[in-house]
T-cell receptor, first 116, second 114 residues
Framework: AQKITQTQPGMFVQEKEAVTLDCTYDTSDPSYGLFWYKQPSSGEMIFLIYQGSYDQQNATEGRYSLNFQKARKSANLVISASQLGDSAMYFCAMRGAGQGAQKLVFGQGTRLTINP | DVKVTQSSRYLVKRTGEKVFLECVQD?????MFWYRQDPGLGLRLIYF???????EKGDIPEGYSVSREKKERFSLILESASTNQTSMYLC?????????????FGPGTRLLVL
């Protein structure tokens, strides 16, 4: 069974600082994918970034990067130069391979608050 | 851009009522999903569908059913609503040809059952 653990229920950061949101995962599949989603107070889940288990380099999308450490089974999200609009819930998720490739398993989320 | 819409943002129903939540996507995605989201529990998969008229149970299907008569539309049905079904309901879709299998979500429906 796949499992995602996010150990930080909440984080408070000053504007313009970098932020690291933690995510660890557990799976027995050799092939899998890891995702981060952002959920503002409006409710919609926004897809931010993806990392495949066989990708050699860490994924980056603008100010977002994914610090993928396969041996430690961690997939932390790094947000550089945080902005007030980054305040939201953030969810880490993973998918498996084969039959499990279509479904996502989510962590419990981390609420990020950016202070001015 | 992928567009997933849900029929209502907020819904108030009474215990025992039959409730329909509708989801429509405009990107010809094969897969569609229904989740519920509760504080501290993250998102939990209720049902998903990988083709018209096909459905599979997720982790918490009890008390729910689904219908997919057209590729773009996936409905979640609460046959007899109960107070423990008060929650945020999120619909998502994904496409098989995308190797990431990223799911794209609608805005969510906040359901209150009195």
């Amino acid at each position: 069974a796949q499992k995602i653990t996010q150990t930080q229920p909440g984080m408070f950061v000053q504007e313009k600082e970098a932020v690291t949101l933690d995510c660890t995962y557990d799976t027995s599949d050799p092939s899998y994918g890891l995702f981060w989603y952002k959920q503002p107070s409006s409710g919609e889940m926004i897809f931010l970034i993806y990392q495949g288990s066989y990708d050699q380099q860490n994924a980056t999308e603008g100010r977002y990067s994914l610090n993928f450490q396969k041996a430690r089974k961690s997939a932390n999200l790094v947000i550089s130069a945080s902005q007030l609009g980054d305040s939201a819930m953030y969810f880490c998720a993973m998918r498996g391979a084969g039959q499990g490739a279509q479904k996502l398993v989510f962590g419990q989320g981390t609420r990020l608050t950016i202070n001015p | 851009d992928v567009k997933v819409t849900q029929s209502s943002r907020y819904l108030v129903k009474r215990t025992g009522e039959k409730v329909f939540l509708e989801c429509v996507q405009d990107m010809d995605h094969e897969n569609m999903f229904w989740y519920r989201q509760d504080p501290g529990l993250g998102l939990r998969l209720i049902y998903f569908s990988y083709d018209v008229k096909m459905k599979e149970k997720g982790d918490i299907p009890e008390g729910y059913s689904v219908s997919r008569e057209k590729k773009e539309r996936f409905s979640l049905i609460l046959e007899s609503a109960s107070t423990n079904q008060t929650s945020m309901y999120l619909c998502a879709s994904s496409v098989i040809r995308d190797s990431t299998r990223a799911q794209y979500f609608g805005p969510g429906t906040r359901l209150l059952v009195l």
